[in-house]
C-alpha cells in the first residue's frame, strides 16, 4: 500500500519561506515520480513541481518562476518542497501525490500535467499580505 503523508503547512506573510515534506511509503522509492499539487479554495487543482527520483529530474509550473525548490533524501524516502518568496496566491492546500513508473522532464507539467495515482491528504498553506 502506498501512503504519503505531508507536513510543513502554515501561515507565513508574504515574502516568507516554508518547507513542506512529503514522507513515501512505498517499497520501491526509485520506481515513482513524485509531484506537489495544490488547490485553493473555489479553483482548480495545479500542479507544482515533480520529481523523478530515480534521475533527479524536476519541473515546475510556470507560476513558480524560481521560487520553489523540490528534492529528495531516498534514504528517508522523502521528498521536500522549499517554497521562498511567498505570495498570497500561493495560499492552498498542497498535496503530495505519486506516479509509479512516471517521468518527469522540464515541461511536463506545462504539456501534459501530472498523472497521479497516489494521494496525501494534504497540508494548508496561507500567505497573508
Known amino acids: 500500500e502506498v501512503q504519503l503523508v505531508e507536513s510543513g503547512g502554515g501561515v507565513v506573510q508574504a515574502g516568507g519561506s516554508l518547507r513542506l515534506s512529503c514522507a513515501v511509503s512505498v517499497y520501491s522509492f526509485d520506481d515513482y515520480v513524485i509531484g506537489w499539487v495544490r488547490q485553493a479554495p473555489g479553483k482548480e487543482r495545479e500542479d507544482v513541481s515533480c520529481?523523478?527520483?530515480?534521475?533527479?529530474?524536476?519541473d515546475y509550473g510556470d507560476f513558480v518562476k524560481g521560487r520553489f525548490t523540490i528534492s529528495s533524501d531516498r534514504a528517508r524516502k522523502s521528498v521536500y518542497l522549499q517554497m521562498n518568496n511567498l505570495k498570497p496566491e500561493d495560499t492552498a492546500i498542497y498535496y503530495c501525490a505519486a506516479e509509479e513508473y512516471g517521468i518527469c522532464y522540464r515541461g511536463r507539467l506545462t504539456n501534459a500535467g501530472g498523472a497521479y495515482d497516489h494521494w496525501g491528504q494534504g497540508t494548508q498553506v496561507t500567505v497573508s499580505s
Open positions: 520529481l523523478a527520483i530515480d534521475n533527479g529530474s524536476a
